[in-house]
């Protein structure tokens, strides 16, 4: 009979605990379920003594942590969570391939092109023989930036670094210098080029969700062309391309972040991410 | 004339080693290497074949200090422990032979057990690089073999401070507790002297946490610019430190200081 007791002593304890946990006040389970859902990212001189020391282990794995638990939702949560969680990963290893490739498609794209020109820019600087870096850097500075100075230095930087595809890169930055580039369609081309690129399933349909944002995009523009050419005068109100039949109705955002028409021209809407703006 | 008659405290070393179970933890080290480096190379979108090099490398040099934990605990430990000494140290030997004996008998071990792992490494980064061309290849050549090297280093530092924690410590956790965390502190502080710096951290009094951290640069040798793996995940030359002799003479002298007073505290230690 003894040898009985403890193990049905231990038995009844756990159970207490069990009812002792299911049983808590409803009101501090409804306080956490209200607070808005938010991932952490542990700073980088703790991840370090977490991992031994190791700052490539602790870059590893938050890049592993990232790919596999990014949510395809695309809300400004996600976007932030990204943003910290790239920026970590350069802190510790700025030379990680998977890292500034991940972060530059899904943060320019993702309406936190700021935040992904840093991340390149980092890369091209570490990975100082790699032009795939250099090239994405130029190209968000062209496209999303206006600042076809630097872009055009980049794409240059990118031409010097790989020598296959240096007549192409040149070419491709004196366009940009004399300002003959079809902004869109190059980055239609370059959106699918990268989807093409990435082995992994669900990265290929995000990033798939962005290259249809861009052709929303596009075709926002080209009604906006064929209105002016139409009717002679400037676009005032972006209603006015429905009012007048050119698009049946106005393209939806897979994203969910939508466009916006300031000072006459259609733009990709920038996700506003807390606590990231007045850090600069 | 093997290497393991040299000294018969050498021979004794290995032998210890090997009867504890030395042969089959190995074993198991080298298969959890090989599932670890495949597996990670799986969360890899551009760049498996680095991946998995990246993580083999760290888990080498997370389980080697631990395996020298383990046998620092047999061959120090356990003789203070059981009384062994009351026959070992009674010849009229002197007490640093069973030391220098046993360390390098511990040292060889280690070197082996590494050599194997990195070989068991290379093979497995080089059968997965066959799988996906990437954009920037590992170098498994002679950038490899010198990270392997800086490693073997490293882990020398590793086996003399904790050598000295096997002589002074009357119970056997103290050497896991004393080696392990030296060895992430002396592998973690230059890191994050270096990140204090950055302007990314936002932190109250971040210049004074960056003095009063880089004072452990006198006291310890940094063990993080050992860790030259960038050279091979990335194949270029251009990661290796400048002062990297001046950076593995500095390591080699500070392991010779630590053996020297760890002999000197074995002569003068009074077993009861």
């Not at chain 1, 994203?255 to 600069?280: C, H, N, P, Q, S």
């Not at chain 2, 390098?104 to 280690?110: D, Q, R, S």
């Amino acid at each position: 009979m003894n040898r009985y007791l403890w193990p049905l002593f231990t038995l009844f304890a756990a159970l207490c605990f069990l009812l002792a946990s299911r049983i808590t006040p409803m009101g501090v389970v409804t306080l956490t379920q209200a607070q808005p859902e938010d991932r952490v990212v542990i700073s980088a001189p703790v991840q370090l003594l977490l991992n031994g020391g190791d700052r490539f282990l602790a870059a590893n794995l938050e890049t592993m942590r990232l790919t596999s638990t990014v949510s395809e939702s695309n809300d400004s949560d996600t976007t932030s969570y990204l943003v910290r969680a790239t920026s970590l990963v350069t802190q510790l290893n700025p030379c990680h391939e998977d890292s500034y490739y991940l972060g530059s498609a899904l943060l320019s794209w993702g309406g936190a092109e700021k935040e992904g020109s840093i991340l390149l820019k980092r890369a091209t600087e570490c990975r100082h023989w790699d032009w795939i870096p250099a090239f994405f850097y130029g190209f968000n500075q062209l496209y999303f930036h206006n600042n076809s100075t630097e872009a055009q230095r980049a794409l240059e930087l990118a031409a010097q670094r790989s020598p296959e595809n240096y007549a192409s890169l040149q070419k491709t930055a004196i366009m940009i210098a004399t300002g003959q580039i079809d902004d869109d369609r190059m980055a239609l081309d370059y959106l699918r080029l990268q989807r093409d690129q990435v082995s992994d399933p669900k990265l290929k349909k995000m990033l798939e969700k962005r290259a249809i944002r861009l052709e929303g995009l596009i075709s926002l523009r080209e009604a906006q062309q064929r209105f002016e050419k139409q009717f002679n005068r400037p676009l005032n109100e972006a209603s006015e391309l429905l009012s007048t039949g050119l698009l049946e109705q106005f393209p939806k955002d897979p994203l969910g972040i939508g466009y916006e028409f300031t000072d006459g021209v259609f733009m990709l809407r920038k996700l506003k991410i807390a606590g990231m703006e007045e850090k600069r | 004339m093997t290497p393991m008659h040299l000294t018969p405290d050498y021979h004794i070393g290995m032998c210890l080693a090997l009867r504890a179970r030395f042969v089959s933890i190995s074993f198991w080290l080298l298969v959890t290497l090989a599932i670890v480096a495949l597996l990670a190379a799986q969360f890899s979108a551009r760049q498996p074949a680095t991946v998995a090099l990246d993580v083999g490398l760290s888990f080498i040099r997370l389980a080697l200090p631990l395996m020298i934990v383990f046998q620092l605990q047999e061959l120090f430990a356990k003789e203070f422990d059981r009384r062994y000494f009351l026959t070992s140290l009674t010849y009229p030997r002197p007490r640093h032979q069973l030391f220098l004996g046993r360390f390098l008998a511990l040292y060889t071990l280690l070197i082996t057990l590494l050599v194997i792992m990195g070989l068991l490494l290379g093979v497995l980064v080089g059968v997965l690089e066959q799988d996906y061309a990437q954009s920037t290849p590992v170098a498994l050549t002679h950038p490899y073999f010198i990270t392997l090297g800086f490693i073997a280093i490293d882990l020398f530092v590793i086996t003399a401070v904790g050598a000295f924690f096997a002589i002074i410590a009357t119970t056997p956790s103290f050497i896991l507790i004393g080696t392990i965390g030296f060895m992430i502190v002396a592998r973690s502080f230059s890191t994050i002297i270096a990140m204090l710096g950055g302007e990314r951290i936002v932190m109250a009094n971040q210049q004074h946490y960056q003095e009063s951290l880089g004072l452990l640069a006198y006291l310890l040798p940094d063990l993080a610019s050992l860790d030259v793996r960038m050279i091979t995940l990335y194949n270029t030359m251009d990661f290796l430190p400048a002062n990297w002799p001046a950076l593995i003479a500095g390591s080699l002298a500070y392991s010779l200081a630590f053996m020297g007073l760890t002999l000197w505290v074995l002569q003068r230690r009074r077993f009861s």
